[in-house]
Nanobody, 123 residues
């Protein structure tokens, strides 16, 4: 069983920055596949950032890639998402996801989820 707890969300003006954190339980954190998803009201949950099989960061779009940075600290069992130049379209609940065996960009590729942290970007 993997437990995930996100933090770091909040209200920020367009152009601002936030850093999301996801603390994970378990001794095998370094072996978990980790990713960030987000879900805006009335929309499906979508992939934001994760890691490929070789550990290279993956991003959902060029727009996100240029503004967001995913990283992980295995010593601290923590996943991060640094978000810069935030836009109102980034407003959503952000979720940390983990899996012990699969890598993917779809929600059903991940078995474990945090409760989410809200990010609201005002214009």
């Amino acid at each position: 069983q993997v437990q995930l707890v996100e933090s770091g969300g909040g209200l920020v003006q367009a152009g601002g920055s936030l850093r999301l954190s996801c603390a994970a339980s378990g001794r095998a954190f370094s072996t978990y596949t980790m990713a960030w998803f987000r879900q805006a009201p009335g929309k499906e949950r979508e992939f934001v950032a994760g890691f490929g099989w070789n550990g290279v960061p993956l991003y959902s779009s060029d727009s996100v890639k240029g503004r967001f940075t995913i990283s992980r600290d295995n010593a601290k069992n923590t996943l991060y998402l640094q978000m810069n130049s935030l836009k109102p379209d980034d407003t959503a609940a952000y979720y940390c996801a983990a899996d012990t065996s699969r890598i993917g960009v779809r929600p059903h590729d991940y078995d474990y989820w945090g409760q989410g942290t809200q990010v609201t970007v005002s214009s």
